[in-house]
T-cell receptor, first 121, second 114 residues
Framework: DTGVSQDPRHKITKRGQNVTFRCDPI?????LYWYRQTLGQGPEFLTY????????KSRLLSDRFSAERPKGSFSTLEIQRTEQGDSAMYLC???????????????????FGPGTRLTVL | TQLLEQSPQFLSIQEGENLTVYCNSS?????LQWYRQEPGEGPVLLVT?????EVKKLKRLTFQFGDARKDSSLHITAAQTGDTGLYLC??????????????FGGGTRLMVKP
């Protein structure tokens, strides 16, 4: 158990429905990442937050995907109007980042949660 | 776009054999991490290598980061059935990049038979 939790672990939905997943990071971690992993592939980066700010979202797969981290703690990932191609494992990871100088960062390792397995029928 | 290629994709060996998994890129990474993933679970960190040429050992596992920080290898000595799983390498971008989105390789699925 890495300390990152995700809920639910499994979600089965019908095409066209909206789904929302939750991630609770390690408590002192300020960065939170979302990845998607399809069968037989490595995880693919989607978006990340530093505290409550979403610093990169251009990799979200379409405008049906959105993520929030309103209080800089837990995060939610929502997929609207799900499609069969959205079926995958959605992984959350967290890390601790410290700024050490102008434009320079020390980044800690990312710790992953157990994932949410989404099946769209 | 930074890409990481892992080889082999699949590996089936007998218990007690040695094996090496490779992770290669044309891009430079500030660090590289190795994860192991069980079916239906998230990746679990094995090691992080940061310095070019660095070698780290974790019991029977030896990890090496290439001198140019573009490639890495994982060597397992005397494999055991408990080593079965998906091994993933993941590279972090250059240190002065504020984002730290990991680029993952496609994974090596290892099966160790008794």
């Amino acid at each position: 158990d890495t300390g990152v939790s995700q809920d639910p672990r499994h979600k089965i939905t019908k095409r066209g429905q909206n789904v929302t997943f939750r991630c609770d990071p390690i408590s002192e971690h300020n960065r939170l990442y979302w990845y998607r992993q399809t069968l037989g592939q490595g995880p693919e980066f989607l978006t990340y937050f530093q505290n409550e700010a979403q610093l990169e979202k251009s990799r979200l797969l379409s405008d049906r995907f959105s993520a929030e981290r309103p209080k800089g703690s837990f995060s939610t990932l929502e997929i609207q109007r799900t499609e069969q191609g959205d079926s995958a494992m959605y992984l959350c990871a967290s890390s601790l980042v410290a700024v050490v100088g102008a434009g320079a960062y020390i980044t800690d390792t990312q710790y992953f949660g157990p994932g949410t397995r989404l099946t769209v029928l | 776009t930074q890409l990481l290629e892992q080889s082999p994709q699949f590996l089936s060996i007998q218990e007690g054999e040695n094996l090496t998994v490779y992770c290669n890129s044309s891009s430079v990474f500030s660090s590289l991490q190795w994860y192991r993933q069980e079916p239906g679970e998230g990746p679990v960190l094995l090691v992080t290598v940061v310095t070019g040429g660095e070698v780290k050992k974790l019991k029977r596992l030896t990890f090496q980061f290439g001198d140019a920080r573009k490639d890495s290898s994982l060597h397992i000595t005397a494999a055991q059935t408990g080593d079965t799983g998906l091994y993933l390498c993941a590279g972090a971008p250059r240190r002065n990049n504020a984002g730290n989105m990991l680029t993952f390789g496609g994974g090596t699925r290892l099966m160790v038979k008794p």
